[in-house]
């Protein structure tokens, strides 16, 4: 898990192996509450979901806000999603909780992006692995100025390459800040 030192993204990589004797497929979730403003309790019915397919990406605004209306937030996958969901209660259950989600003891989500929902983002991949096999899969959150630069931050961010140079950075900036700060430690205990 790493934010990209040059644009408003986070990155979550997961990397598996199947290190077993036989075809194993793993379902991977990601989930993530929209607030889009200060209180959840009170944007939840001003944000506005949509599912853009081509970008494997959720998108969510909340054209209420004065300031912020038309930036739009986004969780987007590395590859086509088998399921997904924008209604928080579709996938926590109507009793349910972060720790015991509904929807993980069910085959599958709704695929329900309406208005008027419990605004979240849920989407969830297969990883069909063989013996020995691995694959790496990773999803995107952040949000950009308006609909056309979150689609192209996803974008951007959907090529594998971007995703590595943005890790290489991201540590290359903390080796800088920690360097620094060791290297004044060390000269002040002189």
Same mark, same amino acid.
């Given at each position: ?150 689609? #192209? ?18 540590? #290359? ?18």
């Amino acid at each position: 898990v790493f934010v990209a030192p040059d644009a408003p993204v986070k990155v979550v990589q997961l990397r598996l192996e199947n290190s077993g004797l036989r075809q194993r497929r793993f379902t991977v979730t990601y989930y993530a509450e929209w607030v889009l403003g200060v209180d959840r309790a009170d944007t939840q019915s001003h944000i506005i979901s949509e599912y853009a397919e081509e970008d494997h990406a959720l998108l969510a605004r909340n054209g209420y806000s004065a300031e912020f209306g038309q930036r739009v937030a986004f969780v987007a996958a590395s590859k086509q999603p088998h399921g997904l969901s924008a209604d928080r209660t579709d996938f926590l259950g109507r009793l349910g909780s972060l720790i015991h989600p509904a929807a993980l003891k069910r085959v599958g989500l709704n695929s329900r992006v309406e208005a008027g929902a419990d605004p979240c983002a849920v989407l969830q991949l297969h990883m069909d692995l063989a013996p020995g096999a691995q694959e790496e899969v990773y999803f995107l959150i952040g949000q950009d100025a308006d609909r056309q630069a979150a689609q #192209a931050l996803i974008q951007r961010f959907q090529n594998p390459h971007a995703v590595e140079a943005a890790w290489l950075a991201t540590q #290359a900036l903390w080796a800088q800040l920690t360097s620094a700060v060791a290297s004044k430690d060390i000269g002040d205990a002189m």
